[in-house]
Nanobody, 126 residues
Framework: EVQLVESGGGLVQAGGSLRLSCAAS????????IGWFRQAPGKEREGLSC????????HYADSVKGRFTISSDNAKKTVYLQMNSLKPEDTAVYYC???????????????????WGQGTQVTVSS
């Protein structure tokens, strides 16, 4: 059974940093695309960043480019999202998601992802 478990959320002041983790299990981690998304109350789920195992490519939404960095530790089967210079508008529930199709290239489109974690809350105070 594929499972994704997010951790690392919390309360931080504006300008601060957090590192989110997405621990994966139930698949080999040989070929995947993993994306990070967030959803604030009353808003659509937004794609933030993604990483493709096949070619190591990464993508970022304009809203987080230059502030957030995605990375992976294949030995630990974990994908990270380093978030710096956090703003109050970054407050949301953050989710990781996996697309396990062969040779998949990641995207920031939520419909491409079949497996989702339960989410972790990030709150940025002003």
């Amino acid at each position: 059974e594929v499972q994704l478990v997010e951790s690392g959320g919390g309360l931080v002041q504006a300008g601060g940093s957090l590192r989110l983790s997405c621990a994966a299990s139930g698949f080999t981690f040989d070929d995947y695309a993993i994306g990070w998304f967030r959803q604030a109350p009353g808003k659509e789920r937004e794609g933030l960043s993604c990483i493709s195992k096949s070619d190591g490519s990464t993508h970022y939404a304009d809203s987080v480019k230059g502030r957030f960095t995605i990375s992976s530790d294949n030995a630990k089967k974990t994908v990270y999202l380093q978030m710096n210079s956090l703003k109050p508008e970054d407050t949301a529930v953050y989710y990781c998601a996996a697309d396990l199709r062969v040779w998949v290239r990641c995207s920031l489109t939520k419909w491409e992802y079949e497996y989702w974690g339960q989410g972790t809350q990030v709150t940025v105070s002003s």
